[in-house]
């Protein structure tokens, strides 16, 4: 059998397992926060009548157990089910609450794919063929600085300097600072684009506002992740460049340029493609903090509200949706290091 | 957030070790000394920060927000609580956690794999698997779930964070286990009848140190921030415990006012990390053996 | 035109730019040979003048998730009470901006029988968003919705006094109250207590289709909600706006940000800690109005130490609520005295003396009770309101110089009002507040309520409680009002640390009358209420 095919068979039959798992874990977990999703909205003012009504509405007056096996039975038959937030003759189905957080994410995911995974790739390279050299060093140092402060903090850096082009000049920091340094300041913050600081888009926004509107949870982002994927790039290029056939086109004369592109990458791809699947997977599981500063509305915030009001419903499809990318994206990655391998795609 | 899967580090394992790493730290670069400096008196802070601290750690003085003047030297907070000295206890606990939280990391997640490694089979099956199914949840999302049915205590932040954590070291060191697992060396102790407790420590560790190392540093980075994403989102270390994610947070609206308060905070998490990183970035190029040519 | 009157005339063009100051244009009134009174009206009519027609106000909302409905049983916080109960919908009556109930819906009510049967009469040109003529029967249905065994409505509480509600004709509601209530028509204007048509007998939320000042365009929960201008809208001339998007923008920072951007008009619950920074920019205005909400800490009387009187004054004299409102609310919010009925409210009346902090009066009720020194247990958690948690610190603080040894508990903030609230012998609370004396007694004071966070049962206050529902009396009532709130601040188990001031901040853009201190946002009615003053 073809290694690649079998390798998906397996992945994808040990997938469905995880999966299976991922959700007990995830609804044992949730059953055992405290509260449930009646007591939640209710707050202050629940009563037990008011509590035990709704919790009779939405079916969590059921044993544990039994609600579980409701939602496989569902999950089997292709229906996510219906949010808690459902009621009589209104309902919310858990599909059409995720489809356009979904797409929100995606959308994020892959500008922010678009601008770092070139960036990454252009700067590893350059960063390899002047290794050691002061661009290489700069690089190293503003990638190491970008991802060493907590995201959070990126992020409103980010803000502010958008902000500050109307305000620097009159705050408190600029009458600090001699004058020609703070108009100076200034004037080049009037260089930085007018990006929004609400990325608050729904779907009636046309498509280029919706790039528009993300450029700065992109660049975030893009500042996050671009250190880890250059700096493996760069590790495999060099570690390449020290085997003995890239001595022999040394010999032959070749220039630098053509031996890095020509035949160190192709042979490095396989660690490179491991942290690009590694990245790209963070950037549709791990951005609930860029979302919640920009206020865009993306599944990691759905999540975290849904944990927040015990909709679990809601919660359990996002965490399948998330661990299925986990393991599609591992997969994928892994499929691209066999079929750049010879050695692995003809095995012996 | 990421971290730098010393990958390459793993390929080149080489032997020797001791008199190498004397020779490089002679040769060591700026960056490596400035990152071991800048470490060691982020250490010396947080070990003393009782007898350096001006204050207490959450006494509070009538005036909030006060400029920065000879009584408090960075001024004061909302509460009026000493800045600098928010800053000194926010090293301590900061680090005293991060600490912790990767030692456990790394206790669990080492043992666990180099047995898997060392066994291979059914428990090499078990615990891959479960590892799997642990990384493909969310990990932030996770830990705030199971920091909201434990409590947002200390204890529970380091067991769950360590936990969710000690699964990329259990990756790392199994896969570095089964290169040295299959070694001469390892399979005749294995015949002497030697216990999996000896092998590991006596064989196997030994020869899987320099990568294991470079990871302990570059988790410790990954545990500050994510305690600082944590802060964030609420559940991280709690008031009145002064730790730098939740300093930055609270005081994040400053800096639409140009406001440098919370860049302080922010400024220490990031200069320690770098300096990590430095370190390890050395450390790696010293013991992987990666050779660059002129 | 003398100088002085001539600056005047250009002052009062740039107020609706909100380029003058009120101080600096009655000094230029007094120039020009006005009185203060006189140069104040002039600046009150011009700012304020006449609300223009039309514009398109997008207001950065405080809350938002995705788990908020349409649904008037629900309403959880700002975003849903200000997009769903204030703009898009109407109750039968409302609370105008000096605290007075006013009809809404209906056009008038009358009571009878002791205050115990009241009829409300609707208005005649009320229609629903769809044509339709709102009747008495939708005023039924709608209510009942919250009544009944298996109704999961947070007003439920709030009927529980109604025995009976019934259509008189198509255009009067009879109400029957268990007991005599003069002050039912304020119930009427609660958020919840919106109108809705009636669909087979049962109200019909899920339609959007209401009465309010605009219709629903698009609603995406945890995110916006657009509605635009009903133009067939029953109060004349309103609402101004053409159009009105409400975003939910929990993030304190990017709530600023947004503001400062101009990406929103308007920002509720803005940043204290850098309000005095935002009040330099020229282009934003501040609204601050003390509310009724305020923030307790309850002791439970029933239980020891807090079932001595004397312990409980000891404690009321241990905190220093002036350090608290500074420090916790950067002096946003107004010192309270144990007493839970706001300034603002009909019948309020601050007792004597003023709770504040005294170590030699706490020291001597400590004594009184018999005791040198004491140790308390205070469960808190920021789930009970944002900055319990350093309240409760600074009370250690100061307890500590009392001989009282408060040992601060942090408690979980998932689920705080299920696991800590009525149940921990002394914790933190919140109150949004009620309209009314009566109201807030009834809810969180009375023997019987579920709601008795102290459980604090005092025979006269109960009985004061009933007779002054009933009583029409105006002067009487005051004197049973006063005697009640006195006894809370002598007796009762609520330590009410703080009254609320609610802080928005908007672009000079929007103009608006006096704000109401109901609730926030204007009452929750600001779409209806603003408009723009300058295009």
Same mark, same amino acid.
């Given at each position: 059998?073809n290694?690649?095919?079998?390798?998906?068979?397996?992945?994808?039959?040990?997938?469905?397992?995880?999966?299976?798992?991922v959700?007990?874990?995830?609804?044992?977990?949730?059953?055992?926060?405290?509260?449930?999703?009646?007591?939640a909205?209710?707050? $202050?003012?629940?009563?037990s009548?008011t509590?035990?009504?709704?919790?009779r509405?939405?079916?969590?007056?059921?044993?544990?157990?039994?609600?579980?096996f409701?939602?496989?039975?569902?999950?089997?038959?292709?229906d996510?089910g219906?949010s808690?937030?459902?009621?009589?003759?209104?309902r919310?189905t858990?599909?059409?609450?995720?489809?356009?957080r979904?797409y929100?994410?995606m959308?994020?995911?892959?500008?922010?794919?678009?601008?770092?995974?070139?960036?990454?790739?252009?700067?590893?390279?350059?960063?390899?063929?002047y290794?050691?050299g002061?661009?290489?060093r700069?690089?190293?140092?503003?990638?190491?600085?970008?991802?060493?402060?907590?995201e959070?903090?990126?992020?409103?850096?980010?803000?502010?300097?958008?902000?500050?082009?109307?305000?620097?000049?009159?705050?408190?920091?600029?009458?600090?600072?001699?004058?020609?340094?703070?108009?100076?300041?200034?004037?080049?913050?009037n260089?930085?684009?007018?990006?929004?600081?609400?990325?608050?888009?729904?779907d009636?926004?046309?498509?280029?506002?919706?790039v528009?509107?993300?450029?700065?949870?992109?660049?975030?982002?893009?500042?996050?992740?671009?250190?880890?994927? /250059?700096r493996?790039?760069?590790?495999?290029? =060099?570690?390449?460049?020290?085997?003995?056939?890239?001595?022999?086109?040394r010999?032959?004369?070749?220039s #630098?340029?053509?031996?890095?592109l020509?035949?160190?990458?192709?042979?490095?791809?396989?660690?490179?493609?491991?942290?690009?699947?590694?990245?790209?997977?963070?950037?549709?599981?791990?951005?609930?903090?860029?979302?919640?500063v920009?206020v865009?509305?993306?599944?990691?915030?759905?999540?975290?509200?849904?944990?927040?009001?015990?909709?679990?419903?809601?919660?359990q499809?996002c965490?399948?949706?998330?661990a299925?990318?986990?393991?599609l994206?591992?997969l994928?990655?892994?499929?691209?290091?066999?079929?750049?391998?010879? &050695?692995?795609?003809?095995?012996? | 957030?990421?971290?730098?899967?010393?990958?390459?580090?793993?390929q080149?394992?080489?032997?020797?070790?001791?008199?190498?790493?004397?020779?490089?730290?002679k040769?060591?670069p700026?960056?490596?000394?400035?990152?071991?400096?800048?470490?060691?008196g982020?250490?010396?802070?947080?070990?003393?920060?009782?007898?350096?601290?001006?204050?207490?750690?959450? $006494?509070?003085?009538?005036?909030?927000?006060?400029?920065?003047?000879?009584?408090?030297?960075?001024?004061?907070?909302?509460?009026g609580?000493d800045?600098?000295?928010?800053l000194?206890?926010?090293?301590?606990?900061?680090?005293?956690?991060?600490?912790?939280?990767?030692?456990l990391?790394?206790?669990?997640?080492v043992?666990?794999?180099?047995l898997?490694?060392?066994?291979?089979?059914?428990?090499?099956?078990?615990?891959?698997?479960?590892?799997?199914?642990?990384?493909?949840?969310?990990?932030l999302?996770?830990?705030?779930?199971?920091?909201?049915?434990?409590?947002?205590? =200390?204890?529970?932040l380091?067991?769950?964070?360590?936990?969710?954590?000690? %699964?990329?070291?259990?990756r790392?060191?199994?896969?570095?286990?089964?290169?040295?697992?299959?070694?001469?060396?390892?399979?005749?102790? &294995?015949?002497?009848?030697?216990?999996?407790?000896?092998?590991i420590?006596k064989?196997?560790l030994?020869?899987?140190?320099p990568?294991?190392?470079?990871?302990?540093?570059?988790?410790?980075?990954?545990?500050?921030l994510?305690?600082?994403?944590?802060?964030f989102?609420?559940?991280?270390?709690q008031?009145?415990?002064?730790?730098w994610g939740?300093?930055?947070?609270?005081?994040?609206t400053?800096?639409?006012?140009?406001?440098?308060?919370?860049?302080?905070?922010?400024?220490?998490?990031a200069?320690? +990390?770098?300096s990590?990183?430095?370190?390890?970035?050395?450390?790696?190029?010293?013991?992987?053996?990666?050779?660059?040519?002129? | 035109?003398?100088?002085?009157?001539y600056k005047?005339?250009?002052?009062?063009?740039?107020?609706?730019?909100?380029d003058?100051?009120?101080?600096d244009?009655?000094?230029?009134?007094?120039?020009?040979?006005? %009185?203060?009174a006189?140069?104040?009206?002039?600046?009150?009519?011009?700012?304020?003048?006449?609300?223009?027609?039309?514009?398109?106000?997008?207001?950065?909302?405080?809350?938002?998730?995705t788990?908020?409905?349409?649904?008037p049983?629900?309403? #959880?916080d %700002?975003?849903?009470?200000?997009?769903?109960?204030g703009?898009?919908?109407?109750?039968?009556?409302?609370?105008?901006a000096?605290?007075?109930?006013?009809?809404?819906?209906a056009?008038?009510?009358?009571?009878?029988d002791?205050?115990k049967?009241?009829?409300f009469?609707?208005?005649?040109?009320?229609?629903?968003?769809?044509?339709?003529?709102?009747?008495?029967?939708?005023?039924?249905?709608?209510? $009942?919705?919250?009544?009944?065994?298996?109704?999961?409505?947070?007003?439920?509480?709030?009927?529980?006094?109604?025995?009976e509600i019934?259509?008189?004709g198509?255009?009067?509601?009879?109400? +029957?109250?268990?007991?005599?209530?003069a002050?039912?028509?304020?119930?009427?204007s609660?958020?919840?207590?919106?109108?809705?048509?009636?669909?087979?007998?049962?109200a019909?939320?899920?339609?959007?289709?209401?009465?309010?000042?605009?219709?629903?365009e698009?609603?995406?929960?945890?995110?916006?909600?657009?509605?635009?201008?009903?133009?067939n809208y029953?109060?004349?001339?309103?609402?101004y706006l053409d159009e009105?998007?409400?975003?939910?923008?929990t993030?304190?920072?990017?709530?600023?940000?947004?503001l400062?951007?101009?990406e929103?008009?308007?920002i509720?619950?803005?940043?204290?800690?850098t309000?005095?920074?935002?009040?330099?920019n020229?282009?934003?205005?501040?609204?601050?109005?003390?509310?009724?909400?305020?923030?307790?800490?309850?002791m439970?009387?029933?239980?020891a130490?807090?079932?001595?009187?004397?312990v409980?004054?000891?404690?009321?004299?241990?905190?220093n609520?002036?350090?608290?409102?500074?420090k916790i609310?950067?002096?946003?919010?107004?010192?309270?005295?144990?007493?839970?009925?706001?300034?603002?409210?009909?019948?309020?009346?601050?007792p004597?003396?003023?709770?504040?902090?005294?170590?030699?009066?706490?020291?001597?009720?400590?004594?009184?009770?018999?005791?040198?020194n004491?140790?308390?247990?205070?469960s808190?958690?920021?789930?009970?309101?944002?900055?319990?948690?350093?309240a409760?610190?600074?009370?250690?603080?100061?307890?500590?110089?009392?001989?009282?040894?408060?040992?601060?508990?942090?408690?979980?903030?998932?689920?705080?009002?299920?696991?800590v609230?009525?149940?921990?012998?002394?914790?933190a609370?919140?109150w949004?507040?009620?309209?009314t004396?009566?109201?807030?007694?009834? $809810?969180?004071?009375?023997?019987?309520?579920?709601?008795?966070?102290?459980?604090?049962?005092?025979?006269?206050?109960n009985?004061?409680?009933?007779?002054?529902?009933?009583?029409?009396?105006?002067?009487?009532?005051?004197? /049973?009002?006063?005697? /009640?709130?006195q006894?809370?601040?002598?007796?009762g188990?609520?330590?009410?640390?703080?009254?609320?001031?609610f802080?928005s901040?908007q672009s000079?853009?929007?103009?608006?009358?006096e704000?109401?201190?109901?609730?926030?946002?204007?009452?929750?009615?600001?779409?209806?209420?603003?408009?723009?003053?300058?295009?």
């Open positions: 059998m290694p690649v095919a079998r390798t998906v068979l397996q992945r994808l039959g040990l997938g469905l397992i995880t999966l299976f798992i959700s007990i874990i995830i609804f044992s977990a949730i059953a055992m926060l405290p509260g449930d999703f009646a007591k909205t209710l707050g $202050q003012s629940a009563t009548e509590v035990a009504a709704f919790q509405e939405i079916g969590i007056d059921r044993p544990p157990v039994e609600r579980y409701v939602w496989v039975a569902q999950m089997l038959h292709g996510f219906s808690f937030a459902s009621r009589t003759g209104y919310r858990v599909a059409e609450i995720i489809a356009p979904l929100n994410t959308f994020l995911a892959a500008v922010t794919a678009l601008i770092a995974v070139p960036l990454a790739l252009g700067l590893g390279i350059l960063a390899a063929l290794r050691n002061w661009f290489d700069l690089v190293n140092v503003v990638t190491l600085t970008t991802i060493s402060f907590p959070f903090f990126v992020a409103y850096m980010l803000a502010y300097l958008v902000i500050s082009r109307d305000t620097f000049i009159g705050s408190d920091f600029a009458q600090s600072m001699p004058h020609w340094l703070a108009v100076s300041l200034s004037w080049a913050l260089a930085v684009p007018k990006f929004p600081t609400l990325s608050n888009v729904n009636q926004t046309p498509f280029w506002e919706h528009w509107k993300v450029a700065l949870p992109a660049i975030t982002l893009t500042l996050v992740i671009v250190a880890h994927m /250059m493996m790039t760069r590790a495999a290029i =060099i570690n390449m460049l020290a085997s003995p056939y890239i001595d022999m086109a010999l032959k004369g070749m #630098p340029m053509v031996i890095v020509r035949h160190a990458l192709p042979n490095a791809w396989a660690p490179i493609v491991t942290v690009v699947a590694f990245n790209l997977a963070y950037l549709i599981v791990g951005v609930v903090v860029v979302e919640v920009f865009y509305p993306g599944i990691g915030q759905l999540m975290v509200d849904a944990v927040k009001s015990r909709d679990v419903p809601v919660v499809a965490a399948l949706i998330f299925a990318t986990y393991i994206l591992n994928i990655a892994d499929i691209i290091s066999i079929a750049t391998n010879p &050695r692995l795609l003809h095995p012996r | 957030m990421t971290s730098f899967e010393p990958i390459a580090a793993i080149r394992l080489r032997r020797s070790r001791a008199t190498r790493a004397k020779t490089a730290l040769r060591a700026f960056s490596a000394w400035f990152g071991i400096v800048v470490i060691f982020y250490v010396f802070v947080a070990v003393l920060a009782h007898w350096i601290a001006p204050y207490g750690e959450t $006494q509070v003085f009538s005036e909030a927000f006060a400029p920065w003047s000879q009584e408090f030297k960075l001024g004061t907070d909302q509460l609580r800045m600098l000295t928010r000194i206890y926010g090293a301590r606990n900061t680090i005293a956690i991060a600490v912790a939280t990767t030692l990391s790394f206790a669990v997640g043992s666990l794999g180099l898997a490694a060392l066994y291979r089979g059914w428990l090499d099956q078990i615990l891959s698997r479960a590892v799997d199914v642990l990384m493909s949840i969310p990990s999302i996770f830990a705030l779930v199971l920091l909201s049915i434990f409590g947002s205590s =200390i204890t529970s380091i067991v769950i964070i360590a936990l969710l954590d000690s %699964t990329r070291v259990f790392l060191s199994r896969a570095v286990g089964l290169n040295v697992a299959v070694m001469e060396y390892v399979e005749v102790a &294995r015949l002497r009848g030697e216990g999996a407790r000896w092998i420590a064989e196997i030994p020869n899987v140190m990568p294991l190392v470079a990871e302990f540093g570059l988790r410790f980075c990954f545990v500050f994510t305690i600082a994403a944590l802060s989102l609420g559940v991280g270390i008031p009145p415990t002064a730790d939740s300093m930055v947070r609270e005081n994040a400053l800096i639409t006012y140009g406001d440098v308060t919370p860049l302080l905070p922010a400024g220490a998490i200069l320690l +990390t770098v990590v990183n430095f370190v390890v970035d050395w450390f790696l190029h010293a013991t992987s053996g990666l050779r660059d040519e002129k | 035109m003398s100088e002085s009157e005047l005339g250009i002052a009062r063009s740039l107020i609706g730019g909100g003058v100051s009120r101080r244009f009655i000094h230029l009134g007094l120039a020009a040979g006005l %009185t203060v006189a140069a104040d009206k002039l600046f009150v009519s011009t700012a304020r003048a006449e609300p223009m027609q039309g514009g398109f106000a997008k207001l950065g909302m405080a809350h938002g998730a788990t908020d409905s349409i649904d049983a629900g309403y #959880p %700002t975003f849903t009470q200000t997009a769903f109960s703009s898009l919908s109407n109750s039968l009556t409302e609370v105008d000096k605290g007075n109930v006013q009809p809404d819906l056009e008038s009510f009358e009571s009878s002791g205050a049967t009241w009829a009469k609707l208005r005649k040109a009320a229609t629903f968003h769809n044509g339709k003529t709102v009747t008495a029967d939708d005023v039924v249905t709608s209510l $009942q919705y919250h009544m009944g065994k298996d109704t999961k409505s947070a007003a439920k509480s709030l009927l529980e006094s109604v025995a019934k259509a008189d198509p255009e009067t509601v009879i109400f +029957t109250l268990k007991s005599g209530n002050d039912f028509p304020y119930i009427m609660d958020y919840h207590l919106v109108i809705m048509p009636a669909k087979d007998g049962k019909d939320w899920a339609s959007g289709v209401r009465t309010g000042a605009f219709v629903l698009n609603f995406q929960p945890g995110v916006s909600a657009k509605l635009k201008r009903n133009p029953f109060k004349n001339g309103k609402p009105v998007e409400f975003i939910a923008i993030d304190l920072a990017a709530r600023m940000a947004a400062s951007t101009g929103v008009d308007y509720g619950r803005a940043d204290l800690k309000l005095g920074m935002l009040k330099r020229p282009k934003v205005e501040i609204v601050e109005v003390t509310g009724y909400g305020h923030y307790t800490l309850p439970n009387v029933t239980m130490p807090f079932d001595n009187p004397d409980r004054m000891a404690l009321k004299w241990a905190i609520r002036q350090e608290i409102v500074d609310f950067l002096g946003h919010a107004t010192v309270a005295n144990d007493n839970p009925i706001a300034p603002a409210i009909k019948f309020a009346k601050d004597q003396p003023q709770h504040s902090f005294d170590p030699e009066k706490a020291k001597h009720y400590l004594k009184k009770a018999g005791m040198e004491l140790k308390v247990d205070l808190v958690a920021d789930a009970a309101f944002a900055g319990a948690v350093d409760a610190s600074l009370i250690r603080e100061t307890a500590a110089q009392c001989g009282i040894d408060v040992n601060v508990v942090r408690e979980a903030e998932d689920a705080y009002w299920d696991n609230w009525l149940k921990k012998p002394w914790c609370s919140y949004s507040g009620r309209a004396a009566d109201w807030m007694f009834t $809810q969180a004071f009375a023997a019987d309520s579920s709601w008795n966070e102290s459980f604090w049962k005092n025979p006269h206050f009985e004061l409680l009933v007779q002054a529902r009933a009583e029409t009396d105006e002067a009487k009532r005051a004197a /049973m009002y006063a005697e /009640m709130q006894l809370t601040h002598d007796d188990g609520s330590i009410v640390l703080v009254f609320n001031n802080v901040a000079k853009k929007l103009a608006h009358g704000v109401a201190p109901n609730w926030e946002n204007d009452g929750l009615k600001m779409a209806e209420r603003w408009w723009i003053a300058t295009a």
